[in-house]
C-alpha cells in the first residue's frame, strides 16, 4: 500500500508518500506545496490543489491521510486553515483515494511514542523511522510523520478485520 501523509496550510503544506508492505515502512518521497502568498485567497487555494493533485499524480497513492487542524486564538487564522485543510481533504477524494484523519496527538504517539512530541522529535524519528528520508523542511517532516500513522493504524486495521495476530 502507498500511502500520501498530508500536513494542511494555507502558506506551506507538507506532503510525504510511503510504501507499507507487512508492517514496514519504507520512504519514497517528500516535499511542500507553497501556494504564492500575494494572491487572492481563490487562487492560493487553487494553487494549493494542483500541487496537491500533480502529487498524487506523479505518486500514485493508494490511500492518504491528513493531520486534523487544532484551534487557534485567531478565529480569522482559524479559518483559513480550515479553508486549506478542506482542499486537502478534498483532493485525494477527487482521486477516489480514501482519506483517513489523526490528531496531532495521535501522529506523535505513533512515531515518537509521546502525545507531547516537539517538532525536532518529530523530525529526528522520521528520519529513524524511514532511513533515507531527509525532509528538507518540518511541513515535509510532519507529513511523513502522519502517513507513517496511517501506516501502523491501517496496517493493524487490516491484521485485526483478517483475525490474524502477525
Known amino acids: 500500500m502507498r500511502i500520501l501523509g498530508l500536513d494542511p496550510g494555507l502558506r506551506h503544506t507538507g506532503w510525504g508518500v510511503v510504501d507499507c508492505q507487512s508492517g514496514r515502512l519504507r520512504f519514497v518521497a517528500c516535499g511542500a506545496v507553497h ?3 500575494d494572491v487572492e485567497m481563490a487562487a492560493r487555494l487553487k494553487a494549493l490543489h494542483d500541487g496537491i493533485a500533480e502529487v ?11 493531520e486534523e487542524t487544532f484551534l487557534n486564538k485567531n478565529p480569522g487564522t482559524t479559518l483559513k486553515l480550515g479553508h486549506a485543510r478542506g482542499v486537502v481533504l478534498l483532493v485525494p477524494a477527487l482521486f477516489d483515494l480514501p482519506v483517513a484523519e489523526y490528531s496531532a496527538k495521535s501522529v506523535k504517539q505513533a512515531v515518537v511514542g509521546t502525545g507531547g512530541a516537539s517538532k ?9 523511522l524511514l532511513p533515507g528520508s531527509n525532509p528538507q523542511t518540518a511541513d515535509a517532516s510532519d507529513a511523513l510523520a502522519v502517513a507513517i500513522c496511517h501506516g501502523h493504524r491501517a496496517d493493524t486495521d487490516r491484521r485485526w478485520a483478517a483475525g490474524t495476530r502477525q
Request: proline share 13%; charged share 35%.
Open 35 to 37: 501556494p504564492p502568498a
Open 56 to 66: 498524487i499524480r506523479e505518486w500514485k497513492p493508494d490511500e492518504a491521510a491528513v
Open 120 to 128: 525536532d522529535q518529530i523530525e529526528i524519528m522520521v528520519r529513524t
